[in-house]
């Protein structure tokens, strides 16, 4: 990666641990939230994905809690109808949808793995409504692997830097896994999420006060505060 003359080489264990302590007055992005609060299981890391997709975390993680408040676990939840679940998981984005989605990954997870989904991306991919991001994040808060999980916030972050350069969340999963060090593989998602919704963001990003501006290149950057 190029270095711009008037900006330091980028360091990334150093500029994520400012992150850290940066982002420690926001709220924990929502699949390591509800981990902390108990919800850590394969199958409900995984569901609780599938709610926040194109959904904000302020909707999606109390949305999430009154699910398995409800229903904790893929026996219960096997058990609701989908209107129950949609009625529970309203108003997520394509909620409707969202409903099924859920009964049919309960109802798969009983009749192939008793309930207890395991730590393989194929099989959590091979849910309808289940990509890479939800699939990566399920494996790395639930069962500790080593993987990227890449947002919108990731992509948008990681290219403003100018650590990677692409166009698309798919592109960057890939090229992160060729440049980022395997320590920092979960890690990245959990600090980039809110670093990106409250520093970071998307219109006029705070740069005069991010910790890592003097390693940034601040691709793309019109304007900002």
Known sequence: MAQSPSKQPFDIGVALDRIAEAVQPYPKAAMFELAERGFASPFQQLVACVISVRTRDEESLPLSIRLFDAAPTAEAIAALTPDQIDALITPSTFHERK????????????????????????????????????????LGVACGEAVISVDIHV??????????????????????????????????????????????????PKCSTCPVLAMCRQVGVTSHR
Not at 123 to 131: C, I, K, L, Q, T
Request: proline residues 7%.
């Open 155 to 204: 992509h948008r972050v990681t290219n403003r830097w100018g650590y990677v350069r692409t166009t698309t969340p798919e592109q960057t999963m890939l090229a992160l896994e060729e440049t980022l060090p395997q320590p920092y593989w979960i890690r990245i998602n959990e600090l980039l999420v809110p670093f990106g919704k409250h520093v970071c963001t998307g219109v006029r």
């Open 99 to 138: 409903a099924r989605q859920i009964h049919a990954i309960a109802q798969r997870a009983v009749a192939e793995f008793g309930g207890a989904l395991p730590c393989d991306a194929e099989v959590m991919r091979s849910f309808a409504g289940v990509g890479p991001k939800c699939a990566h994040l399920a």
